[in-house]
């Protein structure tokens, strides 16, 4: 209870396979990327779950704003031409 | 009226606050009314955000205040293979506490701070971890029941509304099935085992029994949080659905072993299409959650005292990083 300076958040994403993109799958403290690392290999990928790890301190991460969820992404509902589905084309070139 | 609407310096800025507190609590019932999560960056009533912090750190500080009774037989496993997986699934439980610190670190609380209100005992953790491990059979019941508890009442806050949590609990979920197998295979080695191992496995299951029961927690008519934590989705299955649920699963589980449950009020009930079974001890129950358990002082003792012992390499990885953080700043220099 002593020590007042805890370790620094790190964010941590895992490549499940070759291939793949990593995914963000959870975070822990540690005091440098070093041991971030290790730490993640040891709490996250116990049962085969990953093939490349990466560390990031949570406070390098800039989020978008939650309120601007409708300003940032409610255009896009309205631009239904960006959709293959949108084109309607004769039967013989349909699969394009 | 003119009285009421003088103009006093602050007043309008706070009436915007409350008219747009008004819509974003209406936006967050929206959410919940339909079923869709709710991220650590939305907008969540107070309540909502207390209710989740005590839930997720009591859970997380089960997890780890869970690994003491099992540590204690690491040393003590009867093979090579026993000790094996016991340290496997004391390990995981370790890594359970850490998803869960790091859900309720979401909501702008520390793990320090959670950690503190553990150890000066302000915090709760379940209070199955108050009773003794005396024989090797403990740990065979405490895989097959608490673990199978345990997985009875996470199962549901995989659908949880708060996304940390749901994701959590469905990590947590996907590890702690092995848990479970492992204990009952422990309990089914002991049962075809000589008559002082079955001797020792149906004890081990009479005293663990009513305790396991007892951890879905007091009945749904008398439990204060329950209603609440149902209509936030939070709570998806009610205390006394969970543990009905758990006796109709454990039943079979206990005869195939050829064991016997310590109640002589089990029966199955066809009418209900579920077994029946005897009054809780809830005197108990509430003796052991309010200190005074077989173990709870030596279970908080030994975790605050890992926890001290263990600040000298906290601190010391701490100031290496910083060194090494000021040394490579030099070189660029
Ligand atoms: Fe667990
Ligand atoms: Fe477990």
Known sequence: MSDRQEWPLYEVFIRSKQGLDHKHVGSLHAPDAKLALQNARDVYTR?????????????????????????????????????????????????? | MYTQSMDIPGQQPRAVAAAEQGAQEQEFEARIAADRKVEPR???????????????????????????????????????????????????????????????????????????????????????????????????AIGWLVDGAAIMNQIPLCRCSYGPYARAMIRVCKEESFHQRQGYEIMLALANGTPAQKRMAQDALDRWWWP?????????????????????????????DLRQKFVDATVPQAELLGLTLPDPLLKWNAQRGHYDFGPIDWDDFWKVVNG???????????????????????????AHAEKQRRKAHQEAA
């Not at chain 2, 016991?86 to 701070?113: C, F, I, N, P, W």
């Not at chain 2, 358990?293 to 030994?302: F, K, S, V, Y």
């Open chain 1, 47 to 96: 049962r085969g779950e990953g093939v490349s790890i990466w560390v990031v301190p949570s406070s390098a991460i800039t989020a978008s704003d939650p309120e601007d969820k409708a300003s940032n992404f409610d255009p896009a509902d309205d631009k239904i031409y960006r959709h293959p589905t949108f084109y309607t084309l004769p039967k013989e070139v349909d699969h394009m």
């Open chain 2, 42 to 140: 939305d907008w969540m009533p107070e309540a909502y955000r207390r209710t989740l912090v005590r839930q997720i750190s009591q859970h997380a500080h089960s997890e780890v205040v869970g690994m003491l009774p099992e540590g204690n037989w690491l040393t003590r496993a009867p093979t090579l293979k026993r000790k094996a997986i016991l340290m496997a699934k004391v390990q995981d439980e370790g890594g359970h506490g850490l998803y869960l610190y790091a859900a309720a670190e979401t909501l702008g609380v520390s793990r320090d701070t959670l950690l503190d209100q553990l150890h000066s005992g302000k915090a709760k953790y379940s209070s199955i971890f108050n009773y003794p491990t005396v024989s090797w059979a403990d740990i065979g």
């Open chain 2, 212 to 240: 396991v029961l007892a951890m879905f927690g007091p009945h749904d008519s008398d439990s204060q949080h329950s209603g609440q934590s149902m209509r936030w989705g939070i709570k998806r299955v009610s205390n006394d």
């Open chain 2, 292 to 318: 005074d358990g077989p173990c709870n002082r030596e279970r908080l003792a030994t975790r605050v005292r890992a926890h001290a012992e263990g600040a000298w390499v906290r601190e010391a990885a701490m």
